[in-house]
């Protein structure tokens, strides 16, 4: 599962497991998830005693990967329910593999557990009785820096023909988003839709495609599409959102902060007006700090600000749109909170929650204009190393 950052890559994946979990078969296979911290050397015998509930020191922590998947099938053969031939026993999830590279020794044994996991597919021309599902942000790069090639064949691309994008919102999934979510503003944001893609389909066209409306709709959702079906004929005479929000709203995290805002600044925001985009900015940065900090990271939630500004004052995308990374690690390693490693990992950090997003090759800009300005323009009280 591959996308740009904040696009929900991590939210998916632990839908997709749980899911799996909660299917009709769940004792038919046996699932583990781990955010991408397997380099110790027995990871997936660690995984199993964890399931099994066995201790630490058990003979099982240096089961090999074959060995704890027969245990699995004895397992799986011993239960009440009668297991299904086409279902793997083993479905393991790792998240943020590109990211997880960075870390020493993980390199050996990521690459390692792909080729396994490719062994159990290429190799035995059969339903494989493990499956591995990992996000990143670049397939590409993450096969370049394993030096890996897929079985399939033989260019340096290893999730051929089983890759699933997590992209921004297509315009017609935020109207939908908005239906379900919003279904007050559906008329403003509809007004913008067709205004943008003028050969496209309208709201009332969208509702008429069952395929579309399933991905979306569940039965409290389509009570939702009846009310807004039922407005009332005042609020179509609502001005039409700001095609700039119409946009920024296409990404999956912004669009979550938006539904945090009471209904006015929320009617303001989509205006453009500046106050309002600002009270949006700082609670997109309030849920960039806090999930650097749920990423084991210890700076508070003041410092990071502080280091933003900074980074803001002097990569202001008012100025220019792109920027080198080198600016980045530069001005925010002259912080009194980060030396140059921090500030690359800060810069990781980012990229990581969509906060910026990568140009070409050594550059990087912000993923929204009106954030990086907003942080550009707040008075900032850190003293610079002239060093």
């Known amino acids: 599962m591959s996308g740009t950052g904040g696009n929900g890559k991590t939210a998916a994946l632990w839908q997709w497991m749980s899911d799996a979990l909660h299917s009709e078969s769940p004792q038919q ?3 583990s998830l781990s955010c991408a911290e397997f380099a110790q050397e027995h990871f997936l015998a660690h995984q199993f005693c964890l399931w099994a509930n066995v201790p630490a020191s058990h003979r099982w922590q240096h089961l090999e990967s074959e060995q704890i998947l027969d245990r699995l099938e004895i397992a799986r053969t011993a239960s009440i329910i009668p297991p299904a031939a086409s279902h793997p026993i083993m479905v ?3 998240d943020a ?6 870390e020493s020794g993980k390199q050996n044994a990521l690459r390692k557990l792909l080729l396994w996991s490719w062994e159990q597919e290429g190799h035995l021309r059969q339903q494989p009785r493990a499956t591995l599902i990992v996000t990143c942000r670049n397939t590409n790069e993450l096969a370049h820096w394993l030096g890996i090639s897929s079985p399939y064949e033989y260019e340096l691309k290893p999730f051929h023909e089983v890759e699933v994008v997590v992209d921004e919102f297509s315009k017609q999934e935020l109207i939908l988003a908005v239906s379900l979510h919003l279904p007050i503003f559906a008329e403003r944001f509809t007004q913008t839709y067709e205004a943008l893609s003028p050969h496209g389909m309208s709201l009332s066209d969208i509702f008429d495609h069952p395929d579309k409306m399933r991905l979306f709709l569940n039965e409290t959702g389509l009570r939702q599409v009846e009310a807004w079906q039922n407005v009332q004929p ?3 005479f609502l001005p039409a959102v700001h095609a700039e929000v119409f946009e920024a709203l296409r990404h999956p995290t912004l669009w979550h902060c938006l539904l945090k805002l009471d209904g006015a600044m929320q009617s303001r925001v989509l205006d453009g007006d500046a106050e309002a985009l600002a009270h949006l900015a700082s609670r997109f940065l309030f849920w960039f700090c806090t999930k650097v900090q749920a990423r084991g990271k210890r700076m508070r939630h003041e410092e990071m600000i502080e280091v933003l500004k900074v980074i803001a004052r002097h990569c202001d995308p008012h100025q220019s749109p792109l920027h080198q990374q080198k ?3 530069t001005h925010a390693s002259r912080t009194a909170y ?7 990992n800060f810069f990781e950090e980012a990229l990581s929650a969509g906060l910026i997003v990568p140009d070409k090759a050594g550059w990087w800009r912000w993923r929204h204009a009106f954030i990086g300005e907003y942080l550009a323009r707040q008075p900032f009280h850190l003293e610079e190393d002239d060093g």
């Open 29 to 31: 296979s046996y699932y």
């Open 234 to 236: 005042e609020s179509l």
């Open 92 to 94: 393991l999830g790792l």
């Open 97 to 102: 593999v590109d990211e997880a590279l960075h």
């Open 338 to 344: 980060m030396n140059h490693n921090q500030a690359k």
């Open 327 to 329: 600016e980045w690690m």
